[in-house]
T-cell receptor
């Protein structure tokens, strides 16, 4: 998981609270993305970005906001957390030459 | 959009036997098919991938086959070992830098002693 840093690793929120999951990379890749992982549901794409200033929706974007002001950072914002957003969140970057995704270690979020 | 189906959801095999995981995809424009392995508490890691210009690719005990006409691809692990126990994900994508990668729901592989 070298090159992709996610913070925090664990977080507990109350319904309605807001928070930001941080993702930073030092591999200078243009493509960055956020997935959520739930039991029996696999990895579902939330949002992705192909470069600074460009973002797009994935499979399950509702309830999440993203922005991409720099190549290095791609934060994921929950404006009003809901219990359905309890999940493990992974940030992933994509190599432009190989297409391989490099994942962070994950952030476990619990919404009460 | 792309939809990837993966089967089975759980697979148990005796150590030394082979394991096969199958996936189908819906978007005929997809031409890149990676497989990821996720160990407990870690992020997924790429173990092998295949592109649409080949039908099979091998890397030691792991092989992947692709049938573009039928839109399905499979992962084969031979001579399974305890360290092969993990969750495996298939995925599909285009190869362009803007192409998102869509995953199947995963297969939990148990290697029995």
């Amino acid at each position: 998981n070298a090159g992709v840093t996610q913070t925090p690793k664990f977080q507990v929120l109350k319904t309605g609270q807001s928070m930001t999951l941080q993702c930073a990379q030092d591999m200078n890749h243009e493509y960055m993305s956020w997935y959520r992982q739930d039991p029996g549901m696999g990895l579902r794409l939330i949002h992705y970005s192909v470069g600074a200033g460009i973002t797009d929706q994935g499979e399950v974007p509702n309830g999440y906001n993203v922005s991409r002001s720099t190549t290095e950072d791609f934060p994921l914002r929950l404006l009003s957390a809901a219990p359905s957003q309890t999940s493990v969140y992974f940030c992933a970057i994509r190599g432009s030459s190989t297409g391989e995704l490099f994942f962070g270690e994950g952030s476990r979020l619990t919404v009460l | 959009g792309e939809n990837v189906e993966q089967h089975p959801s759980t697979l148990s095999v005796q150590e030394g036997d082979s394991a096969v995981i199958k996936c189908t995809y819906s978007d005929s424009a997809s031409n890149y098919f990676p497989w990821y392995k996720q160990e407990l508490g870690k992020g997924p890691q790429l173990i092998i991938d295949i592109r649409s210009n080949v039908g099979e690719k091998k890397d030691q005990r792991i092989a992947v086959t692709l049938n573009k006409t039928a839109k399905h691809f499979s992962l084969h692990i031979t001579e399974t070992q305890p360290e092969d126990s993990a969750v495996y994900f298939c995925a599909a994508s285009g190869e362009g830098r803007d192409d998102k990668i869509i995953f199947g729901k995963g297969t939990r592989l148990h290697i029995l002693p």
